[in-house]
Nanobody
Framework: VQLVESGGGLVQAGGSLRLSCAAS????????MGWFRQDPGKEREFVAT????????DYADSVKGRFTISRDNAKNTVYLQINSLKPEDTAVYYC??????????????????WGQGTQVTVSS
């Protein structure tokens, strides 16, 4: 599967963004999807994951209540709605996919496919 993120940008603290990740290739609904983020010089960190049907989700504690992951299997797209943005949310956001897992993981190695990333910059 190929993944292409979009929707990043420069936003003021308190603002919102919706990131999208368009998938192509094998049947999108067969994949568990996730979002990660990475600041330069830091490890790539887990943000959120969503089940194949979209019925189950999980979030990093740092984003719970502000971020919402969703998917539209008819459009082969997964979304990340980001509200109440903080300067510490500044990072490159990556979309990820995995086929042969029972449930999404929180580690980078839990996912097999990655997009190129989209930059989110939050100004204070």
């Amino acid at each position: 599967v190929q993944l292409v993120e979009s929707g990043g940008g420069l936003v003021q603290a308190g603002g919102s963004l919706r990131l999208s990740c368009a998938a192509s290739g094998r049947t999108f609904s067969s994949y568990i999807m996730g979002w990660f983020r990475q600041d330069p010089g830091k490890e790539r960190e887990f943000v959120a994951t969503i089940s194949r049907s979209g019925g189950s989700t999980d979030y990093a504690d740092s984003v719970k209540g502000r971020f919402t992951i969703s998917r539209d299997n008819a459009k082969n797209t997964v979304y990340l709605q980001i509200n109440s943005l903080k300067p510490e949310d500044t990072a490159v956001y990556y979309c990820a996919a995995v086929y042969d897992r029972t449930w999404g993981g929180t580690r980078r190695n839990d996912y097999d496919y990655w997009g190129q990333g989209t930059q989110v910059t939050v100004s204070s």
